[in-house]
């Protein structure tokens, strides 16, 4: 993604969805209305983490770049610079994609 014009607040953080899979493993190819959500996908921004009781900022557990897989009906879905994106909490994130 090139510019991105979104500063998330707080503990949020922007990911951009990867597609879902067009074909089972068996090689079977799915039509448009039998493709589950996508759940998994790239982080593009993060907020500066909440704010705790003693002032300071807690350090969020993902970075810019990271994969994540997230709940199907988490976050919100918003449209920026002509990409769908999903600015979800942290709390969100269910885990973080590990190579």
Do not use: W
């Not at 190819?29 to 998994?40: F, W």
């Not at 704010?51 to 009906?73: A, H, M, N, P, Q």
């Amino acid at each position: 993604m090139a510019k991105f014009k979104v500063r998330p607040l707080d503990d949020r953080v922007v990911v951009e969805p990867v597609e879902a899979e067009e074909r089972t493993a068996g090689g079977i190819v799915l039509p448009d209305s039998a493709k589950e959500k996508p759940q998994r996908g790239k982080v593009v921004a993060v907020g500066p983490g909440k704010l705790l009781d003693s002032g300071k900022r807690g350090e969020l557990s993902v970075t810019v770049g990271d994969e994540v897989i997230y709940g199907k009906y988490g976050g919100t879905d918003i449209e920026v610079n002509g990409e769908d994106v999903k600015i979800l909490r942290e709390s969100d994130i269910l885990a973080k994609v590990v190579d």
